[in-house]
């Protein structure tokens, strides 16, 4: 059995969709991040697989990769993501973003008519800590990290067939992408990053798990500690090797992780 669309709609001019997976038990839904695809999930969920059983449904959202960013003139990400899990066939058990998907699932867990799954994955999220003044040198610092994701997924998505590509190629190919993302793809970006330390994060009381790396500077050093503080249930941790996109770079090593989170938290989910 391979993935399948589940549901796809048009609402207000985007597309929200729902493919769904082999597997069968309690649904784990996945968010995708910024110029990123429900696909690049394979190699996650193939590596969650074992003494677990679930359904996985991964969502398509509007900004995902080749988006043309109309949304952010009207919507935001967390209603988007309201939108789309209003379209899965079963409530979520389970639900896992990465950074963009993360910071829009974190925002619904903060609003008063929040899901209620089980438990909650945040996969390199972001987190502007209070004292984090929004200046110039906030801009160019989330302008350059911005820029340094966007080629990292690239490069990554790129895998193996990067071997043979001459460098130069590469840089023009990374460089492309972030023309044709252009500045509304940034401005969403930021705008989230920036609220994030008003957000009602401590009235939250699904049992979280929050996964970062220590090279990537969206979570990392006194922002992680900011965000223990701001989000009490969450449990943070830092893996001293890894990046962006460790969930997929140390698959095994992050899934591992989540399966001893849901064996002490959510037993129920673990053990279904």
Not at 4 to 16: A, F, K, M, S
Not at 35 to 49: I, N
Not at 147 to 171: F, M, Q, T
Request: proline fraction near 9%.
């Amino acid at each position: 059995m391979t993935w399948y669309p589940v549901v796809e709609v048009e609402r207000d001019g985007e597309t929200l969709a729902v493919h769904r997976g082999p597997g069968s038990g309690p649904a784990l839904v996945l968010v995708h991040g910024l110029e990123d695809s429900w696909h690049t999930w394979q190699p996650f969920v193939d590596a969650l697989r074992g003494d677990i059983p679930f359904t996985p449904y991964a969502l398509c959202l509007p900004w995902r990769a080749g988006a043309a960013y109309g949304w952010v003139h009207h919507t935001g990400p967390a209603d988007l993501l309201r939108h789309a899990l209003a379209l899965l066939p079963e409530p979520p058990a389970l639900l896992v973003g990465h950074s963009f998907g993360a910071n829009a699932l974190l925002e619904l867990l903060a609003q008063a008519d929040r899901p209620t799954p089980a438990a909650v994955v945040l996969l390199a999220p972001y987190f502007r800590p209070p004292d984090d003044p929004i200046d110039w040198r906030l801009f160019d610092r989330e302008l350059a990290r911005f820029r340094a994701v966007i080629g990292e997924g690239i490069r990554l998505k790129l895998g193996e067939r990067r071997r043979p590509l001459d460098p130069e190629l590469v840089d023009t190919m990374v460089a492309k992408a972030l023309d044709r993302v252009g500045p509304l793809g940034f401005v969403a970006l930021l705008h989230q990053f920036i609220t994030t330390t008003d957000l009602a994060l401590d009235t939250v009381t699904v049992p979280t798990l929050v996964v970062s790396g220590a090279t990537d500077a969206a979570l990392a050093g006194a922002r992680t500690d900011a965000f223990r503080r701001a989000m009490p249930v969450a449990t943070v941790h830092t893996r001293p090797d890894g990046g962006h996109f460790c969930h997929l770079e140390q698959a095994a090593a992050v899934t591992a992780e989540i399966r001893r989170f849901l064996a002490v938290s959510v037993p129920t989910v673990a053990c279904t």
